[in-house]
């Protein structure tokens, strides 16, 4: 068992089956004699400037950073694959010049620090795309990596440019942050593994950060005060915490699957935030002063408010609930003060306890929505404003019973009228909006109607460096569920009992070939497999 800081998340058990595949007994006794001979190997103290080429192999493995390591303008260090590299203080890898540490699958590069405050790495007044990154892992509670250190009326006289491409990733408890200040550099993120970690972009104009086709897990992320944003494409956010400052400060989500976690506001948050072709389960949104922009998309939510926002746009959505809560609340407030639109198109707020609540907005627009199941209220106007919500499903064409489900002028002649002309006679929703969303890493469900006695989500998939199992609901100790992966010939590859203790358990699949496996869950006497 290979313990993880991470109390709710622990790595399989590792058990072979060597009679069905004696290829992966091979492959796995490989493995224990390259960790035998790391092992055997002397290790080596680094620390000070480096001024000439210099490469840090596997013999001296492993580096031990007892002072700053100072990569000079025009110098490169390059890193081996296996290669471990230990921080035995707050020290930092400065690279002026590049760094090239592109570890394999098998053999990725490692780096290690139970200190705080300054990252291993740190990017300064270089040219971030000379730089090469790939399969690494970042072990903290030490920041992994952050690009320049700068403020306002403290600037690096040459600053850093160019894109820091990071991929196949793990952040385990090491944060990931972007410093700079009015610099043309971003960094990008791709096929990440992040676990208990921050990603930020710091206070203030600090870079750009997007993370592609990554996994985040019980993370904090963040576009501080003036921050030029964070993008989140093709991944997957489970239990995160997500924030929004101030003065431009934004978050794009794309193509992606968010649960259990929210979006917030870190101060006074004016957006925007944009929500394209995603799903939200239970991530509500609250950014009651921002600009909101959801575009094709479903939101799921169990109570209190899903989508509280200031000004922006709904189009071509969904937001559903379970009977309570309220789908979505416009403040019409914008930075602390009241000015904007609101536009809402060919959406749907359904099963809630109230579809819409509006308090203020300079113009508004409602066309070809539907309203309907939801217990209390399908809209409230509490603004001065009349509202024009035209061409509308409310759940039914009789007049009087649509009448009764809007709060307004009629209830209150302090209130503004809401025009509800042109109802529809059943729901709307065009063929160019969806009904579902197709997120390419969200997780495959084995549901609670199989056979099974718990319910599990794996995840991503498709994988390339971890693979996440959840259990939703108690499992019994007599009554572990074990996982196994299955090639397509039917060998049993790996096989592993998961911890009932642990909500969430992984395992690497880094070392697996690329090719179709099988996940197979057997508990008890049951069993179901997901491609």
């Known amino acids: 068992m290979i313990k993880v800081p991470n109390t709710e998340s622990t790595y399989f058990t590792r058990r072979f089956n060597s009679k069905k595949n004696s290829t992966m007994k091979n492959y796995f006794f490989t493995i224990v004699l390259l960790f035998g001979a790391g092992v055997a190997n002397s290790q080596t103290n680094v620390g000070g400037p480096i001024f000439s080429n210099t490469n840090w192999g596997i013999a001296g493995s492993p580096y031990n950073v007892t002072a700053d390591v100072q990569v000079a303008a025009g110098v490169s260090l390059s890193i081996a694959p296996g290669v471990q590299i230990n921080f035995l203080g707050d020290y930092e890898i400065l690279i002026k010049g590049t760094i090239i540490a592109n570890g394999t699958g098998a053999l990725p590069v490692n780096f290690s620090g139970n200190t705080f405050d300054r990252a291993m790495l740190m990017f300064r007044s270089t040219n971030l795309s000379n730089s090469q990154l790939s399969h690494l892992i970042f072990t903290g509670p030490k920041p992994g990596l952050q690009l320049a250190d700068e403020a306002e009326f403290s600037e690096d006289q040459i600053k850093n440019s160019g894109v820091l491409t990071v991929n196949h990733v793990v952040f385990t408890n090491a944060a990931v942050r972007t410093k700079g200040y009015q610099t043309t550099a971003m960094l990008k993120i791709r096929n990440a593994t992040a676990n208990n970690s921050t990603i930020v972009g710091r206070y203030p104009r600090s870079e750009p950060i997007e993370l592609d086709s990554s996994v985040i897990n019980n993370c904090s992320v963040r576009s501080d005060d003036y921050n030029y944003g964070v993008t989140i494409r093709n991944s997957t956010v489970t239990n995160s915490q997500m924030r929004i400052?101030?003065?431009?400060?934004?978050?794009?989500?794309?193509?992606?699957?968010?649960?259990?976690?929210?979006?917030?506001?870190?101060?006074?948050?004016?957006?925007?935030?944009?929500?394209?072709?995603?799903?939200?389960?239970?991530?509500?949104?609250?950014?009651?002063?921002?600009?909101?922009?959801?575009?094709?998309?479903?939101?799921?939510?169990?109570?209190?408010?899903?989508?509280?926002?200031?000004?922006?746009?709904?189009?071509?959505?969904?937001?559903?609930?379970?009977?309570?809560?309220?789908?979505?609340?416009?403040?019409?407030?914008?930075?602390?003060?009241?000015?904007?639109?609101?536009?809402?198109?060919?959406?749907?707020?359904?099963?809630?306890?109230?579809?819409?609540?509006?308090?203020?907005?300079?113009?508004?627009?409602?066309?070809?929505?539907?309203?309907?199941?939801?217990?209390?209220?399908?809209?409230?106007?509490?603004?001065?404003?009349?509202?024009?919500?035209?061409?509308?499903?409310?759940?039914?064409?009789d007049s009087m019973t649509v009448a009764t489900k809007i709060l307004d002028y009629f209830d209150n002649i302090n209130k503004g009228m809401v025009n509800t002309s042109g109802k529809l006679s059943g729901i709307y929703l065009p063929q160019s909006c969806p009904d579902s969303v197709a997120v390419p890493l969200s997780p495959t469900s084995i549901r609670k109607d199989s056979t099974l006695a718990a319910q599990f989500m794996i995840y991503p998939n498709p994988a390339s460096t971890m693979v996440y199992v959840e259990i939703s609901g108690s499992v019994q100790s007599n009554d572990r569920p074990v996982i196994e992966i299955v090639n397509v010939m039917g060998e049993v590859l790996f096989s592993g009992a998961m911890n009932e203790s642990h909500r969430i358990n992984y395992l690497d699949v880094s070392g697996f070939s690329k090719g179709i496996y099988f996940c197979r869950i057997k508990q008890g006497k049951s069993s179901e497999t997901k491609k």
């Not at 394209?276 to 799921?300: F, M």
């Not at 300079?362 to 209390?376: L, P, Q, V």
């Open 245 to 397: 400052s101030c003065c431009g400060a934004n978050m794009n989500i794309i193509s992606s699957r968010l649960s259990g976690g929210n979006i917030l506001e870190g101060n006074t948050a004016d957006g925007p935030l944009n929500i394209t072709d995603s799903e939200l389960d239970n991530t509500p949104i609250g950014l009651p002063n921002a600009k909101v922009i959801v575009e094709s998309s479903i939101l799921k939510y169990n109570g209190g408010i899903a989508v509280w926002m200031g000004i922006g746009a709904v189009n071509c959505s969904q937001v559903t609930g379970h009977g309570s809560g309220t789908a979505l609340s416009v403040t019409g407030s914008y930075w602390n003060g009241f000015g904007g639109n609101f536009t809402m198109k060919n959406t749907r707020l359904n099963q809630n306890e109230v579809g819409m609540v509006l308090s203020n907005i300079n113009s508004i627009t409602i066309d070809s929505c539907s309203f309907y199941g939801n217990s209390s209220y399908n809209f409230e106007n509490q603004s001065t404003k009349n509202v024009p919500a035209l061409n509308c499903w409310w759940g039914t064409t």
